[in-house]
């Protein structure tokens, strides 16, 4: 169920020297074979599981001879506008991965990794979420929901999920129309139940592209905040409420800013943390 070829890495305008493609049937098993390495990355297009639902296997054995060929190769996978780009040495960049084979007593080459991209029109979870930490927001983009599976080979059950990774994976996710004037690109975290902000370029394909160390529920909304002490007019005014539309400054209570007052160190402090989302 799977058709790849080879294109430019996200956010990249290069194109391959070496370029290629494969229809592979639904029970075809990808071999490291079927790669070509003298390119750094493969595109993958894994068909519809059920609505909106999409996944691909691969043996994490396969993983691994790709990365020994390459150690720069990666595997972009994209279905329905959305993407993430995932490292052929993946395993080697999370402690979940190391985790889950020891809780089984496996091997690195006993497993396979399941990548799920679910693309949904609503997610309840994570729209209350925004609604209680942004009640006037609105979503302008589909909830996508990315997952990596560790499934045992021996017996095609899942083991466990590679959530959290040392380095940022990049991701896009597509909006509809125009971005609105004031808007965050948001992550839910299902396991801790929280939102936060998450660093985005946007491009000119109606996509953004991010980069997280973690998988969750990614997506866009419109969330126009502001303060009675920030009149219209006032040359920081749109950069205020474009911060606070992203959930990097709160205000001090009451409706207020106090733009003129000093930020304390701390209060700097925390925006950073919050801009660069480093609270991953």
Request: charged share 20%; glycine share 4%; hydrophobic share 30%.
């Amino acid at each position: 169920d799977y058709y790849y070829n080879y294109n430019p890495p996200l956010g990249s305008s290069s194109s391959s020297s070496s370029s290629s493609s494969l229809d592979i049937g639904r029970n075809t098993e990808l071999k490291a074979s079927d790669f070509n390495t003298n390119s750094d990355y493969a595109y993958v297009y894994p068909y519809e599981r059920s609505n909106g639902e999409y996944d691909v296997t691969i043996k994490n054995s396969v993983l691994e001879t790709l990365d020994n060929k390459n150690d720069d190769y990666k595997l972009i996978l994209q279905a329905e506008g959305v993407t993430i780009e995932i490292p052929a040495n993946i395993a080697d960049v999370s402690s979940d991965f190391s985790d889950i084979l020891d809780d089984n007593n496996l091997r690195s080459s006993d497993v396979s990794l399941k990548v799920n991209m679910n693309v949904k029109s609503s997610n309840k979870d994570a729209q209350s979420a925004l609604t209680n930490q942004f009640p006037s927001s609105n979503v302008v983009s589909d909830l996508v929901e990315y997952e990596i599976e560790v499934i045992n080979n021996k017996n095609n059950r899942v083991i466990g999920e590679i959530k959290n990774f040392e380095i940022p994976l990049t991701r896009e996710i597509k909006y509809s129309g125009s971005l609105p004037s004031y808007y965050g690109v948001f992550k839910y975290d299902t396991s801790t139940r929280e939102l936060r902000f998450v660093p985005h370029k946007k491009s000119s394909n109606g996509k953004l592209t991010i980069t997280s160390n973690t998988n969750s529920v990614y997506f866009v909304a419109e969330n126009r905040v502001t303060f009675s002490d920030v009149p219209m007019g006032i040359w920081y005014t749109y950069y205020v409420e474009n911060a606070a539309a992203k959930g990097l400054v709160y205000g001090v209570g009451q409706n207020r800013y106090e733009p003129e007052r000093s930020v304390s160190r701390a209060e700097f402090v925390n925006m950073i943390v919050n801009a660069l989302s480093l609270g991953d």
